[in-house]
Nanobody, 117 residues
Framework: VQLQASGGGLVQAGGSLTLSCAASGILFRLNDVAWHRQAPGKERELVASILRNGDTNYKDSVKGRFTISRDFAKNVAYLRINSLKPEDTAVYYC????????????WGQGTLVTVSS
């Protein structure tokens, strides 16, 4: 299983980005998918998840600004980030799990998002 996140970059506060997560060796339609992030000096945290049935969950601080989605045909997951804030600066990772009874895994290389004020 390989997950490759991309789409990060340097953005001004208030801007938007769409991150992509391409998967090989696993099908997103059969798994829950999540985006996590790790800011400098901080622990990795879950920011958004989408279950196999399409239910979504978001960290309170990103609700209304982040949108997680997936394209089964392309086997790609996305994280749309609007109204970026400097505190969103972090490396963003995607991860999968078979169901809520499993832990998130198959971490790949993340993508760095830097938000300037």
């Amino acid at each position: 299983v390989q997950l490759q996140a991309s789409g990060g970059g340097l953005v001004q506060a208030g801007g938007s980005l769409t991150l992509s997560c391409a998967a090989s060796g696993i099908l997103f339609r059969l798994n829950d998918v999540a985006w996590h992030r790790q800011a400098p000096g901080k622990e990795r945290e879950l920011v958004a998840s989408i279950l196999r049935n399409g239910d979504t969950n978001y960290k309170d601080s990103v609700k209304g600004r982040f949108t997680i989605s997936r394209d089964f045909a392309k086997n790609v997951a996305y994280l749309r980030i609007n109204s970026l804030k400097p505190e969103d600066t972090a490396v963003y990772y995607c991860a999968v799990r078979q169901s809520r009874f499993f832990t998130w895994g198959s971490w790949g290389q993340g993508t760095l998002v830097t938000v300037s004020s």
